[in-house]
């Protein structure tokens, strides 16, 4: 069944390459087709084209279909092309003519279009407590370890001291400013598109401010070709911040997997969180946070590939957007999966203390040092040049004190300034 049906079946190949992995990816989008023709309906009969009668069962039958979906009793047949037809076939079969009029005063384009927005804005709820819930875990340990420093480095050579406080925290608060991204992708698909039919509107005098307060949108897609060029837009932008995500996620996954190493050894994990070697018995192998490091990096490809495959499209509906699914819909899971095993296992990480009594870190105190000398008076120059002659000559004894005091360093960590920033931006989201 399809629901442009003409009455002359397509060419088994052409359906076949034309239907693609819809029927696989369509089910995570039943539940979503359901609330919007709900919507639909209800629309219909304020305006006099459902009958009481009509609407009443109209209603009830997508009620007992989103019951089957909520049961996971639904399933698209495989001679029905997508969910939306499967959804109107249902009706049709249960309620016999009536089931034929849910489809009056909409295409399948802003059908499809509100399903996916409604399916969208769910899922990033989904990423936002996702990140929500690393940001407690970060922000947790931030505190936690506060007073544990630990080398931080530029170059890859050592630097300035640091500390565990300060390195949980940036990670926390780089998510805090991903939340925006992922606030913008959020507002542009919590925009009503239903009403805007194939692109160029309808003749029926449909109430589309109807359904955008009953399906919780913020506001209208108001003209129907701006509704019709959201599909692509939506998923670009949400991309776009999920590509953010990815790559603090992926940044934070290679510093654990730098700092497990024995050459750093200044966190670890317990032994049924690692994996091992076939052949080397000594092996702890950070494999979680490896494999989050490749997903990550890949994630960060999924705007390219959402933008190329949108690139150049003149107005109007083409079906190379129907491929936009098999894109967004894998790497929506890939990321909540990714947020989810960091989580869990920052829940079971270890930090070494008094890393910095190591001979080898002494040099990471001179800036102190230069710092403590232009207090007292000396000419920063001066005092650089000191630091700096003693350093080259080999008589540079670190004081190791560290009295950082301003916003965001060592000493004034700002964690509840940073907890406020997310609260704000998660909220518009939750």
Not at 142 to 157: D, I, V
Not at 183 to 203: D, K
């Amino acid at each position: 069944m399809k629901l442009w049906d003409k009455g002359v079946e397509p060419n088994e190949l052409v359906e076949r390459f034309t239907v693609g992995k819809d029927r696989e990816l369509d089910l995570r989008l039943a539940g979503c087709d359901v609330e919007g023709s709900i919507a639909h309906v209800k629309m219909l009969h304020s305006i006099g084209l459902l009958a009481d009668g009509e609407f009443e069962a109209l209603l009830a039958g997508l009620e007992q279909v989103a019951g089957e979906v909520a049961a996971g009793k639904f399933a698209i047949a495989p001679h029905v092309e997508d969910v939306h037809s499967q959804v109107e076939l249902l009706l049709t079969q249960r309620l016999g003519e009536v089931g034929k009029k849910i489809h009056a005063g909409r295409s399948r384009n802003d059908q499809v279009l509100v399903v996916l927005k409604l399916f969208f804005r769910g899922e990033i709820r989904r990423m936002a407590q996702g990140a929500q819930a690393l940001f407690d875990a970060l922000i947790a340990l931030s505190e936690r370890h506060k007073a544990a420093l630990m080398p931080g480095y530029t170059h890859l050579q050592i630097a300035m001291p640091s500390s565990f406080g300060l390195w949980f925290g940036a990670y926390a608060e780089s998510l805090a400013d991903d939340m925006h991204l992922l606030l913008a992708a959020y507002r542009i698909a919590n925009q009503n598109p239903l009403g805007s039919a194939a692109g160029y509107g309808n003749s029926f005098p449909l109430n589309r401010s109807m359904t955008t307060a009953l399906l919780g949108f913020d506001d209208l897609h108001y003209n129907v070709i701006a509704a019709q060029m959201s599909r692509g837009k939506t998923e670009r932008a949400l991309a776009a911040a999920m590509s953010a995500v990815a790559a603090t996620l992926g940044r934070l996954a290679m510093d654990v997997c730098l700092f497990m190493s024995q050459n750093f050894a200044f966190v670890s994990f317990p032994d049924a969180l690692t994996t091992g070697s076939s052949i080397m018995p000594h092996k702890k192998n950070p494999d979680v946070f490896e494999l989050i490091r490749g997903k990550c990096n890949r994630l960060q490809a999924v705007p390219n590939e959402a933008a190329l495959l949108c690139a150049n499209l003149p107005v109007g509906y083409h079906r190379d957007m129907q491929l936009l699914k098999e894109i967004m819909f894998p790497s929506v899971e890939e990321l909540l999966s990714c947020l989810g095993m960091a989580t869990f296992m920052l829940q079971h990480i270890t930090v070494k203390d008094n890393i910095l009594d190591d001979e080898k870190y002494s040099y990471l105190f001179t800036v102190e040092d230069v710092n403590r000398l232009t207090l007292s008076g000396v000419p920063f120059r001066e005092a650089y040049k000191q630091v700096g002659e003693q350093v080259q000559q080999g008589r540079y004894h670190p004081t190791k004190t560290v009295h950082h005091t301003h916003e965001g360093s060592i000493g004034n960590l700002c964690n509840d300034k940073i907890a406020k920033k997310m609260e704000k931006t998660i909220r518009e989201m939750l």
